[in-house]
């Protein structure tokens, strides 16, 4: 994974609360077995009319939301199943940040884990960024804060080992292997005890 | 030593190292199961950095999510959705084959649904962690495991490292008091929880279910309340082992034997919370005031008994829902018009399950114009429904009689309801599309799902128990 220090961008609103991964991605096109690609069929059966051509009321075909990386979402965003084909696809369509007030579990795990910055903010300054598209922001990893193109500053935390990932591009997976010693130990006395 | 609560016994028995301010706990995995949906990616990754599998004999796989739930053609022609569905279901059989993973599939007797098989073979077992790239994997916590989702990511971690790299949630107390009325089943009652405490309302926790009305449940019915723990955000779902679960568990194929039987029986004992464990947080329910409940929205959240009248929205995302369901606040569910009836998935697919909707069907037959598919969990399940003779009453009702699969609660195999049809259906999630594109899915309880297929609109089970009975 490559370092993420920064985002900027202007923000695109989808204002619904509960967005579930159902919606992000439907399932009927979980039978890839491929990450790549899977932009196009981000928000399908939001973002398209039935007869293929884009649905003007879907807010991320609006003119004014094209090009926007960092995506404002409503309350529980990515409830659903655990299908990281949700961050894939959002990734591939264009998308680098999600904020909201909460983001499901699984789904918060998956995005950061792919250098999708999943960020939560209070209800308050969420409520505020809901309620004004297109604002100017740059997310800042390592101070953990969304700055405004007004000088205002929005705190956010990251759980500290998923910013450290993100800043220096670490691979969990090779962190993981870095242990083998200390699950072989657990494993033998797991055999010792049984 | 200090008091602790059942997860934390179960989470601290795992911990390979502890977390700190800066790293997370390094947490072993007992159990893996893994589908043809969530693992092509993760077998890529390892295949390219030139990994095994670091413990080949914690994992099982099976064939479920994108299976045809009609039989092979004379020729063995299986009858998929696409040929991106049968190209993947060929991906999992060359993985497994290649690194060598124990899978349940086309020629096994045991194949399944992921959830349904796990406990039948008996590899579920109290105190264990299990995972799986599934977010119903908490269905497992029904045994007193520590059983949750994961992405495809994490899957490959648990591949390589048998570990996760995990933060300790908090924990919530879910006490059910009392008893469930007659004909109100473990379906009624978690769609009722969900509805009380929120489609986000576990979110950052793991659930204990607990209290007289938890311990009076059936293995399969603690299942069913297990499974929609993540409809509620939560991380998992456990209820303290006991007789019911170790008198269930006796005797699979994957349970200890034996001597070891014993031992481990004694072991699990041991799980449950100890007087003066503290929880995060607290919740009651009183079990005497669930009734047959559904939803009348588009997340699991919107839940409701279905005699009371649906509420006004709250929102526009809640009005947008009312309108995509034909739900009208003031006028209560009941009664309104059914297209579908799904029996099946990973919440209701087990025998009970089939029965409780066989009771109600039998020598009955489905209103007219309704179609209803029911699909067993599992080879099991079917055989056991056979020999019981629950096909005969279920296709002589006019119902469809499946082989095993997630079928219609997901819709990825073929299996979906036209847009516009109300589908009352016994699976987890009443999204948006979520059983094709513009359908509209009611979740119900098994008993719910057979009346209404019967009565042709939504129809309270109690009616027709009383006739079934008599």
Redesign the interface.
């Known amino acids: 994974m490559k370092p993420i220090t920064r985002i900027h961008s202007r923000t695109a609103v989808l204002?619904?609360?509960?967005i579930?991964t159902?919606?992000i991605i439907?399932?009927?096109f979980?039978?890839?077995?491929?990450?790549a690609g899977l932009g196009k069929l981000c928000f399908h059966?939001w973002r398209y009319q039935p007869d293929g051509s884009d649905n003007p009321a879907f807010p991320l075909n609006k003119p004014e939301a094209k090009g926007c990386s960092i995506l404002v979402a409503?309350?529980?965003f990515g409830?659903?199943?655990?299908?990281?084909h949700a961050?894939w696809a959002l990734l591939d369509y264009g998308i680098k940040a999600v904020i909201c007030s909460?983001i499901?579990?699984?789904f918060r795990?998956?995005a950061l884990?792919?250098g999708l910055l999943a960020i939560v903010i209070s209800d308050a300054e969420h409520n505020w960024l809901l309620s004004h598209p297109g604002l100017e922001l740059t997310i800042d990893v390592r101070g953990q804060f969304i700055a405004l193109a007004d000088g205002g500053h929005v705190p956010f935390k990251l759980?500290?080992?998923a910013r450290?990932c993100l800043l220096n591009g670490v691979d969990?997976?090779g962190?993981?292997?870095q242990?083998?010693d200390?699950?072989t130990t657990?494993?033998q006395q797991?055999e010792h005890a049984a | 030593m200090s008091a602790k609560t059942l997860f934390e016994k179960v989470w601290d028995a795992h911990v390979v190292a502890p977390e700190t301010a800066d790293t997370p706990a390094i947490l072993y995995i007992d159990l893996h199961l893994v589908h043809e949906v969530t693992s092509p990616q993760a077998f890529t990754e390892l295949r390219e950095r030139g990994l095994k599998l670091r413990r080949p004999d914690r994992i099982l796989a099976t064939l479920d999510h994108s299976t045809p739930t009609l039989p092979a053609a004379a020729n063995g022609e299986r009858p998929y959705a696409n040929d991106e569905a049968k190209a993947q279901v060929a991906q999992l059989e060359a993985n497994c084959r290649e690194f060598g993973v124990e899978l349940h599939g086309w020629d096994s007797n045991d194949r399944g649904i992921v959830h349904v098989i796990g406990p039948e073979l008996g590899a579920t077992q109290p105190g264990m962690t299990i995972v799986c790239g599934d977010s119903h994997t908490s269905t497992h916590g029904a045994f007193g495991a520590l059983a949750f989702g994961i992405g495809t990511t994490e899957v490959g971690h648990v591949m390589a490292t048998q570990c996760l790299l995990q933060r300790k949630p908090k924990t919530l107390a879910i006490y059910v008091d009392g008893h469930l009325p007659k004909g109100v089943g473990a379906k009624d009652l978690i769609l009722h929880i969900i509805g009380e405490i929120g489609v986000d309302g576990g979110t950052g926790y793991v659930i204990e279910y607990r209290g007289d009305a938890i311990e009076a449940l059936s293995m399969d019915e603690r299942m069913t309340v297990c499974n929609m723990s993540i409809e509620a955000g939560a991380r998992a779902g456990l209820i303290a082992p006991d007789d019911t679960t170790f008198n269930w568990l006796k005797g699979r194929p994957r349970a200890p034997q034996g001597e070891a039987w014993e031992t481990a029986v004694a072991k699990w004992r041991a799980l449950r919370t100890d007087a003066g464990a503290a929880y995060d947080r607290e919740v009651r329910i009183d079990a005497s005031k669930v009734k047959p409940t559904v939803t009348y929205g588009t997340h699991p959240g919107m839940a409701i008994a279905m005699d009371k009248p649906v509420p006004a929205a709250r929102s526009a995302q809640e009005t947008r829902a009312l309108a995509y369901m034909h739900s009208e606040p003031g006028k209560p569910m009941q009664g309104m018009p059914v297209d579908v009836v799904f029996v099946g998935s990973c919440t209701n697919s087990r025998l009970s399950d089939l029965r409780e909707a066989a009771n109600i069907l039998r020598g009955h037959r489905v209103a007219s114009g309704v179609r209803m598919l029911v699909v067993p969990g599992s080879e099991a399940v079917r055989r056991d429904a056979e020999r019981e003779g629950l096909h005969q009453v279920f296709t002589e009702a006019g119902a469809e009689w499946r082989v095993p699969g997630c079928s219609m609660c997901i819709a990825m195999n073929g299996d979906l309801a036209q847009p516009g049809q109300l589908v009352v259906s016994t699976s987890n999630r009443n999204f948006e599309g979520r059983q094709g594109k513009g359908a509209r899915t009611v979740l119900a309880s098994p008993a719910t799902a057979a009346a209404s297929a019967l009565a042709g609109v939504i129809a309270d089970p109690r009616e027709y128990l009383t006739e079934a009975a008599a």
């Open positions: 204002a619904d609360e509960n579930d159902d919606r439907p399932a009927r979980l039978t890839t077995t491929e990450r059966d409503g309350r529980n409830c659903g199943s655990s299908r990281e961050p909460e499901a579990d699984i795990n998956n884990k792919n759980e500290a080992f450290h969990q997976l962190y993981l292997l242990h083998a200390a699950i657990y494993e797991l």
